[in-house]
């Protein structure tokens, strides 16, 4: 960040994580303290028939395996509008889609509980481009439609301008694909408070948005879901 007149400034936690001092969300420790995985469905898109979970509460050390019908509150965690569920309930719409958290007392437990949750999912037909998701006739992957959000913005005279222009190109314009590329994976770590809520620390740009899921997700009031954001290893917009 630039100071007054234009010169340099130091950033002001430049040195401690030159240093090695600055302490992220994977060096936090709580007494106690248990380990979560995830278990996800690889099937673009399918009817979710059952989520089998025996194999993976069998393994030593798992305190917790809970799925769609174990969420406490609302099973939703959609950024632009309410279609994105925090555990498949019904349907799974893309690789990765998440069917079971686990929760255990040390990490490798998690992990190894989580390659044993079965999914049985019925495939369905999956679309695999924006375009012709929006074609009639393509499968839908939300009872609403495929279409999440429209957005028009009217300034000036767009007809008049395009008019007057001396050249007008009209054309598809494609880019590659772009990834984040942060060094920290994402983390957080969740502290149960003695009201009955939750403080959640961790790699978090955006805790508004997270703190707004949070409560919805455990059925609790928005006052007792607390976000207190780590310092980032990297981010970039990719932990909004």
């Not at 799925?67 to 950024?79: C, H, I, L, M, S």
């Amino acid at each position: 960040f630039g100071a007054a007149g234009g010169a340099a400034g130091p950033r002001r936690d430049g040195l401690d994580r030159a240093l090695g001092r600055m302490r992220y969300v994977d060096d936090l420790v709580e007494p106690g303290m248990l380990h979560g995985a995830v278990a996800y469905s690889w099937v673009s898109h399918g009817r979710l028939r059952a989520v089998h979970v025996d194999e993976a509460r069998a393994v030593p050390g798992v305190v917790l395996v809970a799925t769609a019908a174990d969420v406490p509150g609302r099973n939703e965690v959609g950024a632009v509008r309410d279609d994105q569920p925090l555990l498949a309930a019904e349907r799974v719409r893309f690789p990765g889609d998440r069917v079971a958290l686990i929760a255990a007392t040390t990490r490798e437990a998690a992990r190894e509980a989580a390659r044993r949750v079965r999914v049985d999912v019925e495939p369905l037909p999956a679309i695999h481009d924006p375009a012709a998701a929006l074609r009639s006739g393509a499968p839908e992957l939300h009872e609403t439609g495929n279409e999440c959000a429209r957005f028009e913005l009217h300034k000036g005279d767009a007809e008049r301008a395009l008019g007057a222009a001396e050249v007008v190109v009209e054309d598809v314009f494609r880019t590659s694909w772009q990834e984040h590329v942060y060094l920290e994976p994402q983390g957080a770590l969740a502290v149960p408070d003695e009201d009955g809520g939750v403080t959640v620390r961790g790699s978090i740009q955006c805790p508004y948005h997270a703190r707004e899921k949070v409560a919805q997700v455990l059925g609790v009031p928005l006052e007792r879901a607390r976000i207190a954001p780590t310092p980032l290893g990297g981010g970039f917009g990719g932990k909004q």
